[in-house]
């Protein structure tokens, strides 16, 4: 376990910044005051920020980590996403190793007790202590468990990525959205009728 525990105190700074960077900064901006003056019309204009369809943007935040972060400049949740999954992966992987080497030294260890009878203590690939086999099978399982749980770690960091490069992509592509806007004059035949009527359509309704 004393080898784990760098990963370990890594992850745990990982995932205090990324708690901390975890909401991305506000990507909307700021509609501009509208003249009073009335106008026939104002030609559509595209918002900042397009992104590329849903699906590519998912993919790219998949296989790069956290490129969704990094696409709006949000460089720390970025880096903290990318590096919470890339060592929970690097993490299961390596007690899966130690896993195998401990299986290993089981296998080992029984059949040294057949050959020299009566059981017998080993050293430690690891370490300087000793152990007998059934002891090596209970380092095994741990590192079992270890490794499902940096699995597991993996898989939760990736939703969360995941789930935030959609969110972004979504108020992106609403910021993005044309707009028109339309201001009609009416003149009363008693008077001065004045009313500005502002239409705003979204591109998904044609």
Do not use: C, W
């Not at 059949?111 to 090596?136: C, I, M, N, Q, T």
């Not at 806007?181 to 705003?200: K, M, P, T, Y």
């Amino acid at each position: 376990m004393k080898s784990a525990a760098p990963f370990i105190r890594l992850g745990g700074v990982a995932l205090g910044v990324l708690a901390a960077s975890l909401l991305p900064p506000n990507a909307l901006r700021a509609e501009p005051a509208r003249s009073s003056a009335p106008v026939a019309a104002a030609p559509a204009v595209a918002g900042p920020g397009t992104p590329p369809p849903l699906p590519v943007f998912l993919a790219l935040d998949f296989a790069l980590p956290g490129y969704g972060a990094f696409y709006e400049d949000a460089y720390l949740a970025g880096f903290s996403l990318a590096l919470l999954r890339l060592g929970t992966a690097a993490l299961a992987l390596e007690f899966q190793r130690q896993r195998s080497v401990y299986e290993s030294a089981e296998r080992a260890a029984r059949f040294a007790d057949l050959y020299y009878g009566g059981p017998l203590r080993y050293r430690d690939p690891y370490g300087d202590g000793y152990h007998s086999a059934e002891e090596f099978a209970r380092l095994a399982d741990r590192r079992t468990a270890y490794a499902r749980l940096g699995v597991s770690a993996h898989l939760l960091t990736t939703v969360i990525s995941l789930a935030r490069t959609y969110f972004l992509h979504e108020k992106l592509r609403a910021v993005g959205a044309p707009a028109l806007d339309l201001s009609v004059d009416a003149d009363g035949a008693s008077g001065d009728l004045r009313f500005d009527a502002q239409l705003r359509f979204s591109a998904e309704a044609f």
